[in-house]
C-alpha cells in the first residue's frame, strides 16, 4: 500500500508564501509523475501543478504560474510545492497525488495515489 503524506499547510495573509510537502512511503514505489490538485468548498478539484520525472518538467495551471514552483529533493518519491504572492482565490484544500503510469498529468484520472489533503486559507 502507497500512501502520500502531505505537510506545510495553514492560514496566511494575501501576499504571503507557503511551502506544502509530500512524501511517499509504503511498498517500493517508483512514479512517472507527482503533482497537486486543489478543491475550494462546492468546487470541483483541479489541477495546480505536476512534475513529470523524464525529463524533470514542470506543469502549472495557469492560475498559479509565476507564483507557484514544483519541485522535488527525491524524485519519484517526494514533491514540494512553493506558493508565493498567495491571494484568497488559492484558498482550498490541497492535494498530493501520485501517477504510477505516464499519463496527461493535468487530470485527476491519471493519478492512482492521492494524500488526505492539507488546508491552505489566504485571508484578504
Known amino acids: 500500500q502507497v500512501q502520500l503524506h502531505e505537510s506545510g499547510g495553514g492560514l496566511v495573509q494575501a501576499g504571503d508564501s507557503l511551502r506544502l510537502s509530500c512524501a511517499a512511503s509504503?511498498?517500493?514505489?517508483?512514479?512517472?509523475?507527482m503533482g497537486w490538485f486543489r478543491q475550494a468548498p462546492g468546487q470541483g478539484r483541479e489541477f495546480v501543478a505536476a512534475i513529470r520525472w523524464s525529463g524533470t518538467r514542470a506543469y502549472y495551471a495557469d492560475s498559479v504560474k509565476d507564483r507557484f514552483t514544483i519541485s522535488s529533493e527525491n524524485p519519484k518519491t517526494t514533491v514540494t510545492l512553493q506558493m508565493n504572492s498567495l491571494n484568497p482565490e488559492d484558498t482550498a484544500v490541497y492535494y498530493c497525488a501520485a501517477a504510477p503510469y505516464c499519463g496527461s498529468v493535468d487530470i485527476t484520472e491519471t493519478y492512482h495515489y492521492w494524500g488526505q489533503g492539507t488546508q491552505v486559507t489566504v485571508s484578504s
Open positions: 509504503g511498498r517500493t514505489f517508483s512514479s512517472c509523475a
